[in-house]
């Protein structure tokens, strides 16, 4: 099974403000993109932001290229 690492783009307005911020996102998925598809069907409930875009680039895994900044936390 391979590994492919996702990174996402996530164009939003806060409610509170009415100026455009950039969030990325980066995670470990399979190659049935199941985080993937969770992650896209979690943004319709987000009812603190209005997503206006998502964009996302998946690049296969290559563990002995350790160049990743992955971590399982939000920052």
């Known amino acids: ?3 492919y690492l ?3 783009a996530v164009n939003h307005i806060p409610h509170d403000t009415m100026e455009e911020s ?4 980066r995670f470990l998925d399979s190659e ?3 985080n993937f ?3 896209l069907s979690s943004l319709k409930d987000v009812k603190k ?3 206006l875009s998502v964009e996302w680039e998946s690049e296969q895994v290559d563990f002995l290229d350790n160049n990743y ?3 399982n936390t939000i920052h």
């Open 22 to 25: 950039l969030t990325w996102v």
């Open 6 to 8: 996702i990174t996402c």
């Open 37 to 39: 598809n969770t992650f």
């Open 69 to 71: 900044e992955c971590s």
């Open 32 to 34: 049935n993109c199941a």
């Open 1 to 3: 099974m391979n590994l």
């Open 49 to 51: 932001f209005r997503i």
